[in-house]
Nanobody
Framework: QVQLVESGGGLVQAGGSLRLSCAAS????????MGWFRQAPGKEREFVAT????????YYADSVKGRFTISRDIAKNTVYLHMNSLKPEDTAVYYC?????????????????WGQGTQVTVSS
């Protein structure tokens, strides 16, 4: 079993920055993919970014490319999402997730474990 706990959400003005953290526990993550997704009210959950635990390979949604950075600290079993130049349309609940053997990494259905989510609100 895997437990994921997100933190770092909050209220920020447009153009500001936030760093989200996702602390993982319960299993070895050596072969896993960690992802961040978000869900705004009335919308489907959408892909934000992903990182392979081994090698650190990253992949981003076009909407956040150049503004967001995903990273991981292997010693702390923690994944981060550094968000810069935030826009009101980035407002959503942000979730981290773990995929054990994904066929693709940008689809929520491929992920096996989810955190509880953390709210990010960007004011204009």
């Amino acid at each position: 079993q895997v437990q994921l706990v997100e933190s770092g959400g909050g209220l920020v003005q447009a153009g500001g920055s936030l760093r989200l953290s996702c602390a993982a526990s319960g299993r070895s993550f050596s072969s896993y993919v960690m992802g961040w997704f978000r869900q705004a009210p009335g919308k489907e959950r959408e892909f934000v970014a992903t990182i392979r635990w081994i090698g650190g390979y990253t992949y981003y949604a076009d909407s956040v490319k150049g503004r967001f950075t995903i990273s991981r600290d292997i010693a702390k079993n923690t994944v981060y999402l550094h968000m810069n130049s935030l826009k009101p349309e980035d407002t959503a609940v942000y979730y981290c997730a773990v995929a054990i053997r994904p066929r693709r990494t940008d689809t929520p259905d491929e992920y096996d474990y989810w955190g509880q989510g953390t709210q990010v609100t960007v004011s204009s």
